[in-house]
């Protein structure tokens, strides 16, 4: 088997916006997608982790796109991991069209978490630390790795949510990339229409569950480019922690 893995999706109408383009967040999944099927068929995966008490929880995120694929679009995610430590693995992605237009590549950290104690697991544990047979470090991925996300102090608060239903995952947690789709509400239509994602990256720095509130902080750093903080608040204690950071750079049309 091949140490990368190319998976055919299809940019189905709708999981497009207005613009007839797939939505971050769909791109986002087909890339979460493909990094489960390319783990499971390699035999370090949900299907064999699962039983055994441990899962994978992504740690970051990062997407740089030249476009988005239109409407009925097949397209190929491709993924393969990079490097692999003891409590952190890379894995990296290229979007590509059948025509072998390439949209894209994304960037990602992986950690491995006891599903009961939610505590980082040793991945070189296990399979005897199989994972390395599969590391991809040839293939190339032109873009850079995620950054620290910086912000001052003078970010506005922009929204508070309460989370629901169909924001918690298989894991039991917040969904990673509801996280992004969240992130992504807080601009304006119109400044969709004047402008794309050039880049998306997000950091995720602890849990949140059902029934926690998430506010959202947001800094402009730069000419297009905006940084936003997400704190959690529990409804019983009334405590505030940070869940996440992210950045989005947006080029004009």
């Not at 967040?25 to 068929?41: I, R």
């Not at 602890?206 to 959690?232: H, M, N, P, Q, W």
Request: net charge negative.
């Amino acid at each position: 088997m091949d140490k990368v893995g190319k998976y055919l999706f299809m940019s189905e109408p709708f999981h497009c916006d207005f613009s007839k383009r797939l939505f971050m967040g769909h791109l986002g999944n087909h890339m979460l997608n493909a990094a489960d099927f390319h783990s499971s068929e390699r035999g370090f995966g949900m299907t064999y982790l699962n039983p055994i008490h441990k899962t994978w929880v992504l740690s970051r995120l990062a997407i740089e796109m030249e476009e988005m694929p239109e409407q009925y679009t097949r397209f190929y995610v491709e993924t393969w991991v990079e490097s692999a430590m003891r409590y952190f693995t890379n894995r990296n992605f290229r979007v590509v069209g059948e025509d072998g237009t390439i949209y894209g590549y994304g960037r990602s950290v992986w950690a491995m978490i006891d599903t009961g104690t939610r505590q980082p697991q040793d991945i070189m544990a296990v399979r005897d630390g199989e994972i390395v047979n599969w590391i991809e470090t040839e293939k190339e991925c032109p873009m850079e790795k995620g950054s620290r996300v910086r912000m001052s102090g003078n970010a506005e608060l922009v929204r508070t949510i309460d989370t629901h239903y169909n924001d918690v995952d298989v894991n039991g947690h917040i969904n990673s990339v509801k996280y992004i789709e969240h992130v992504l509400d807080l601009f304006s239509l119109d400044n969709y229409r004047e402008n794309r994602i050039g880049r998306f990256e997000i950091a995720y720095v602890a849990e949140s569950y059902y029934g926690d509130r998430l506010s959202f902080f947001r800094e402009e750093t730069a000419d297009g480019e905006y940084c936003v903080r997400i704190v959690k608040t529990n409804p019983e204690n009334l405590k505030e922690v940070e869940v996440c950071r992210s950045k989005i750079v947006f080029v004009k049309k």
